[in-house]
């Protein structure tokens, strides 16, 4: 197995200094940005598999240099073959990555709160989901911390400045309940609730006769996944608050910067 990770980033690029592939004879695992790139970090590393070659050193001019890719920056990338010790390394690296990802925590198991689970789970993002229905939650995602607890007011005090939380159980009140206590928690980025535009004007005449500080109603997203797309279907659902979670959870200032690659 073959480590290759960018070292440096500059200009316009696939990836971003750091990340990191694993390069197998017949597997890879991660990327480093794909395209031609990335084919010739993978026709290198396994280049190294057959030899008696431990590192290497691989810059790439994308634009007008050794690259068919014309986005504009240089890429560095170094490949090295997997030891024990870089693989320590690399494990404590990426366990310190997850710690630092934001906290989702998505209430409800429901059909919709299934299919979110499973795009969620796929974004870098540390999500808990809580239901007291066991049954509910089918075969959830690998890595999901999954809560099988009516106690909501607990999980909803544990969650971390700079978390983010979804809102859909199947009892109307209860989402009341759950939204106003998150509304009123000032450390939360982000709180988003399923439902209509009449639901939403209900709730906000509830949270205001409560005293729920104006600012923070008109920063509660509902209907969630809102862009104009009047399609229910759960899936369709979870893909629009999927891009939802991203921009106010993952990027909540823009982040300012280009992405899809290059």
Known sequence: MVVARVTEAKGSTPREAGVFMLVGEHAL?????????????????????????SSARMRFVLGGGNTSQCCGGIAHVSLQKLTLKLAVTLERDMARARALRPVLCLFGAGHVGRALAHVLALLPLNLIWVDPR?????????????????????????LPAGSGVLVLTPDHVLDALITEAALCNDNLVYVGLIGSATKRRRFEHAFRATGVAEERIQALVCPIGGRGIKDKRPEVIAALVAAEVVERLLHPSGGGGESGGC
């Open 29 to 53: 695992a991660g990327t480093v940005g794909g395209g031609a790139l990335e084919y010739a970090c993978v026709e290198r590393a396994r280049a190294m598999l057959g030899s008696n070659t």
């Open 134 to 158: 066991a049954q509910e939650f089918g075969q959830p995602p690998a890595g999901v911390d999954v809560r099988v607890t009516s106690d909501w007011s607990a999980v909803m005090e544990s």
